[in-house]
C-alpha cells in the first residue's frame, strides 16, 4: 500500500480538462514539495512537474501542479490521447531518516 | 544529455543476491550536484524507492528494505550500483535508476529500466 494516495483511474474526452489528486500527510506532503511523473506503457517515467509548479523543459503548459497543506493536484487541460498514461506523485517523507514515497498511481484514460 | 543505462542479471535465484549496476553518461556522479537512485516497479503495481546514494557516499534507504539494501558508487567508472539480498518472488519487477535532484527537484532523468525476476 503505497504512502501517497491516488485514485486508481481517470478520464476525459479530447479537449477537456482532468485532475489528479494525491494525498500525504504532515510528513511528506505537508513538509516538502511534489512531483509529478507520466509513465507511458512500455517507457520508463517522466518527470512532469517538480517543487508542486514548476514544469521542466519541454513540457507543455497543459500540464500543471498545485499544492495545498497535505494535498497536491496535477491537472491536464487540453486532453490528447497521447496522454493516456499512468501518472504518479512523489514527495520526500522526513520520517524514519527521510526516504522518497510514491502515490499508487492513477491510469488515465482518454475517452 | 544525461542518459543512465541499467545491466545485470535478469533472472535470479530465491534467496540470493540481486545485483544491478547503472551506467551515467552526461553527467559525473562524483561531483555532487546530485543524489543517484534505484526505484522499482512490480508488474501492475506503483513505483517503489529503494535508496540513494550521494557523491560522498551518504546513502538514505527505503525503510522498509533497509536491512538488505547496500548502494555503491564508483566514480571512477561513473557507475552505482544496487545489491538487494534475501530476495523473493516478491523482488520481481522492473528496475530504474534515476539522477535525484533531491526534495524539491524530483527524479529528472531515468533509465530504460530493466526486468529482474525471481525465480528457481
Known amino acids: 500500500q503505497s504512502v501517497l494516495t491516488q485514485p486508481p483511474s481517470a478520464s476525459g474526452t479530447p479537449g477537456q480538462r482532468v485532475a489528479i489528486s494525491c494525498s500525504g500527510n504532515n510528513s511528506n506532503i505537508g513538509s516538502n514539495t511534489v512531483s509529478w511523473y507520466q509513465r507511458l506503457p512500455g517507457t520508463a517515467p517522466k518527470l512532469l512537474i517538480y517543487?508542486?509548479?514548476q514544469r521542466p523543459s519541454g513540457v507543455p503548459d497543459r500540464f500543471s501542479g498545485s499544492k495545498s497543506g497535505t494535498s497536491a493536484s496535477l491537472a491536464i487541460s487540453g486532453l490528447q490521447s497521447d496522454d493516456e498514461a499512468d501518472y504518479y506523485c512523489?514527495?520526500?517523507?522526513?520520517?524514519?531518516?527521510?526516504?522518497?514515497?510514491f502515490g499508487g498511481g492513477t491510469k488515465l484514460t482518454v475517452l | 544529455q544525461v542518459q543512465l543505462q541499467e545491466s545485470g542479471p535478469g533472472l535470479v535465484k530465491p534467496s540470493q543476491t540481486l545485483s544491478l549496476t547503472c551506467t551515467v553518461s552526461?553527467?559525473?556522479?562524483?561531483?555532487?550536484?546530485?543524489?543517484w537512485s534505484w526505484i522499482r516497479q512490480p508488474a501492475g503495481k506503483g513505483l517503489e524507492w529503494l535508496g540513494r546514494?550521494?557523491?560522498?557516499?551518504?546513502?538514505h534507504q527505503n525503510p522498509s528494505l533497509k536491512s538488505r539494501v547496500t548502494i555503491s558508487l564508483d566514480t571512477a567508472k561513473n557507475q552505482f550500483s544496487l545489491k538487494l539480498r534475501s530476495v523473493t518472488a516478491a523482488d520481481t519487477a522492473v528496475y530504474y535508476c534515476a539522477r535525484d535532484s533531491g526534495w524539491n527537484g524530483g527524479f529528472d532523468h531515468w533509465g530504460q529500466g530493466t526486468l529482474v525476476t525471481v525465480s528457481s
Open positions: 512523489a514527495a520526500w517523507d522526513d520520517s524514519l531518516n527521510g526516504h522518497w514515497v
Open positions: 546514494i550521494y557523491a560522498t557516499g551518504i546513502t
Open positions: 552526461g553527467d559525473s556522479i562524483g561531483t555532487g550536484t546530485h543524489y
Open positions: 517543487n508542486n509548479n
